[in-house]
């Protein structure tokens, strides 16, 4: 297969950078304008514990270079998601978060999303966190929808396909179901404008080193994330059910990539392309 220089380009550029700047940009913004009421020490701490926790898992894993940036995709998150008036718990969350990508792995792939499994845990385990959905109001959440809608198009490596898939299965089912108790559409319009949603399906469902290798297995993915999330919410009647739903499909990735193989995903896309080029892909 021959590489055309514009593919080769679009690969080189890391779309890790486009989600630090977009989440460093919904966590300032949410601070300043917002009133999120973040405490800017504790934000502090969970970064640097995730930096350090980023630095020790190279080390351990004996990687040739110390690369932050995955670490810090995970705790801008975990900054505008996690909720805790307890500080060694919101460490204790940075260093899940980061700890799992290494330890937690399956041929090759993470098996879970970073900061999913580092709330979901916490949930589990303690009553002294929460995630705050309702802070954003709907200019800002439309902005950053915009914002992170633009993204994908222009960073064509993230999985656009698997965030917007999800957002309509999600959408279409929590519209149907309100239209089916005959409630008027504001109420499930209304549900539908949350920030905290937006981060799950731009940043945590879309991750590349999580998700299913294949296009169809992607969005096979995405409707079952829906679908659980939904019994999760109107079912069992438990909060943040795409959060829940996330963590408990996860292991299903490998057996979804087995039924619809496709394309490893690297995040330097054009070192992977010219690997392709030289086997003759």
């Known amino acids: 297969m021959e590489l055309s220089p514009n593919r080769l380009a679009r690969g080189s550029v890391d779309p890790r950078y486009f989600q630090i700047g977009a989440l460093g940009a919904a966590l300032v913004y949410g601070q300043w304008a917002l009133g999120f009421e973040l405490n800017p020490l504790l934000c502090a701490g969970v970064i640097l514990f995730a930096l350090v926790a980023q630095y020790a898992g190279t080390r351990w894993a004996e990687l040739p270079a110390f690369d932050p940036r995955s670490a810090l995709i995970s705790s801008f998150s975990l900054c505008l998601l996690l909720r805790t ?15 799992s990508k290494f330890f937690l792995r399956f041929r090759g792939k993470h098996v879970f999303n970073p900061t999913n499994f580092a709330i979901v845990l916490l949930l589990a385990l303690t009553d002294r966190v929460w995630v705050s959905p309702g802070q954003w109001g709907a200019s800002a959440i439309f902005a950053f929808f915009v914002l992170c809608a633009g993204g994908l198009v222009i960073f064509r490596s993230l999985r656009a396909d698997v965030s917007l898939a999800f957002l309509g299965f999600y959408a279409a089912l929590v519209i149907g179901r309100s239209l089916w108790l005959g409630d008027p559409l504001a109420v499930p319009l209304h549900r539908l404008m949350n920030g905290s949603l937006l981060i799950f399906a731009f940043f945590m ?55 619809a193989p496709g394309t490893r995903y690297e995040w330097n896309m054009a070192a992977s392309l010219r690997n392709a080029a030289r086997k003759g892909a």
């Open 205 to 259: 469902i879309s991750d590349p080193k999580t998700t299913p290798d294949s296009r169809p297995g992607r969005a096979l993915y995405a409707l079952l994330v829906a679908l659980l999330a939904m019994y999760i919410e109107y079912r069992l009647f438990r909060t943040n059910g795409a959060l829940w739903s996330l963590a408990l499909l996860s292991p299903l990735v490998p057996l979804i990539d087995r039924l």
């Open 85 to 99: 008036d307890a500080w060694p718990l919101a460490l204790l969350a940075a260093a899940v978060a980061v700890g």
